[in-house]
């Protein structure tokens, strides 16, 4: 299982949410992917266990 098939069955379960959190295959660049308090480098392909809990969350840009 992986943040991508995971978000497969989310997207089955609440339609409604297509087309808000990915674009294509990929999460949309505007959210970052946390697994388990971590931002995930792996985003659709980091693997999960059923313990994991998986965040979307605005990405943050810029700064100075």
Do not use: I, K
């Amino acid at each position: 299982v992986t943040v991508g098939s995971a978000l497969d069955h989310l997207e089955a379960t609440y339609p409604a949410l297509r087309g808000h959190l990915r674009e294509g295959d990929e999460v949309g660049p505007h959210l970052a992917v946390v697994v388990n308090g971590e931002l995930s480098r792996l985003r659709m392909h980091h693997p999960l266990t059923e313990q994991c809990e998986v965040y979307f969350v605005p990405a943050a840009h810029g700064g100075s």
